[in-house]
């Protein structure tokens, strides 16, 4: 169907007609007519007769289940779909993305005081054309800090400001498990492990929801390849579901109660999400217990009725299906009235949860809502994103040293976010070049890369070159390989040539192979690291801040050392993407194979020394819960922080990967300084999925505990006997 395709957010000939449909028709609409700001909902006395479910002191399921009792058909519907914000029309082929105000709008219903929706993108920052927004790193590199509590601030930082603009429902975050890494989105992710990116997803959600607007988990389920993402089919094992990909959903869920989720555009094992009676309600509901709202995502829903009854609450951005046919299936009795009133309640209640009826939002889209202490936050995850990969003796430079900066992603063009709905107005970006040339005190050159050979003098008259590349990563396209584009590893090539101390900073949203990795004596991963771009990277490199960031995925080193090097596992053949590695993602498949990675998850170095020592595992409590401690030491000159990591290891018989990630702590540490660590292994741990019984079982059996610095390197080992089974 038409709209399916127009939902294309860059790259590509659909979207390129799309622009052209947009600017010639409907911008000067648009621009004429900015969206309308949410109407304010009537504000009856609490607990009046009229509205008694304006009562604060009743629950919020008391006051959904008054609501509904006194709601209309019509006015049930009405909160199942979106409208045009502006009220611009709408059909199939006039699908635009709003650029002035919220992605997703339901107007106020002013008889019953119910307030109006108003959905905004954020993965990054405010996104949907807000303007004086912050733009901060992508959510990968924030998640690279593993640090929960930084993971909290971009969240309450975004939350704050969403809430500012007059956004009560934040499209964010994206918690998918990166199963591909070429995958277009993995910028706007939190990388490959589930039981990480569930701790990400927690601190996040919990800190945009603390700010009065409800989160978004978003992109349900298997949404792991951009490649033909309105029409793929994930086929995917029931164990692999549970164990992998709806781990950080469980966590999003029952630890951060997140208040709505996206359906994604993908199918799993043939059906489309948003349709999907496992998926929505098997999964969700019946296990996780959700108690929020489903939103399909934007032109994510295929049907009215299927939709209606396996699950789906609300279609994004239109009514195309649950508009006037879903009336029309009610009517006829295809749905019933009580299907109709379950999907209500399911939207009133995180609205009441969350006080949207009990608190009025002076924000409006309009509204400035950065601030200097949110453009030093965007700095800090910045600075605590960057991952120190490849240091032979060349860095931190010492403030004198006479620098070329190269590369346009280092000088004219640097490269601070990803591309597609994510995309926010940046109020500015520091280039690398203007950033170290306002920190060193030595001569600063540069040379955009765009010719070899002035890059390699530039190099040459240096003492040091620091190569900027990047990748264009973005929605609507997987990126087709893991190179880097252009002529980008013959300029580093080049450079190194001509300076072997060259350093190579990567803007990147994900990995990329790195053949000249031997001719270079430093690498810095920086993702895209948003407004604060280049002075981040300078304080890196003039340790002004000691890296302490980890991968949160796996780099690997040729094209075919991945876990889904087949055309069958991705894109996929016949529509099918064949999800046979199972539970071997990430690094579990690099050590099931046995196969060595260019970088593994968990790696990242630092300008100190850490040692890790003194394992002790605690007995198991009847629950399975294990306390592990260890200490762990900087046994180098300068301040730094350590990532102390803990994998499990299951007994043979669970068919279990290699070891997996169960527990981690980011420790701070003075020169010389050591610290004890406890850690606690969560009864989950030691469990598997069971597909008889369609539950997760505690497994006896004795268990490896592995502690240290990354997957690879886990010198510390115990073990645990988990007696009984709970
Ligand atoms: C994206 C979502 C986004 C929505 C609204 C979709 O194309 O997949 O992540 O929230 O558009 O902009």
Redesign the pocket.
Known sequence: MQIQSS?R?SGGVTSFLFSALFIAFLMPVLVAQPAAPPLPAAQPAPGSAAHPWADKSLTPDRRASLLIKAMTLDEKIALLHGVTPGGLPRTNDDFI?PTVGY??YIPANRRLGIPALT?A?G?AGV??GAKDVTLLPSPIAAASSWDVALMNGFGTLLGKEEWDKGTNVT?SP?IDVVRVPQWG?TF?SYGEDPYFNGRMAVAEITGIQSQGSIA?A??YLT?NQESSRFSADSAVDERTLEEIYLQPFEAAVTEAHVGTI?C??VKTNNVYSCENAQVLQDFLRKQLHFDGWVMS????THSTVDAAKNGLDQE??YDLFFGAPLKQAVLAGQVSVATINDHVRNVLLPMFQHGLFDKAQPGKWTSNVRTPAHDAFSRKVAEEGTVLLKNVAVLPLAPKTAVAVIGAAGTTKPKAEGG???DVVAPYVISPFDGIRKRSAGTVTSADGSDLAAAANAARSAEVAVVFVRTEET??DDRPDLKLPGNQDALIAAVAAANPKTIVVLDTGGPVLMPWIDQVAGVLQAWYSGQEDGNAIAAILFGDVNPAARLPLTFPRTAQAIPTATPEQWPGVGGHSQYTEKLNVGYRWYDATNTDPLFPFGFGLSYTTFSVANLTVGAPTPQAKVTVHLNVTNTGKRAGAEVVQVYVAHPAANGEPPHQLRAFAKVLLNPGQTKPVSLTLEPRSFQTFDTTTHKWTLQPGTYQILAGTNSRDLPLTSTVTIATAK
């Open positions: 939902f957010r993305f992605v997703g959905l993108d993965r996104g949907n499209l994206s989105r706007e978004d978003n992109m949404m996206m994604a555009y995502d934007w032109g994510a994004m951005p597609g709905s994510s929605e609507g």
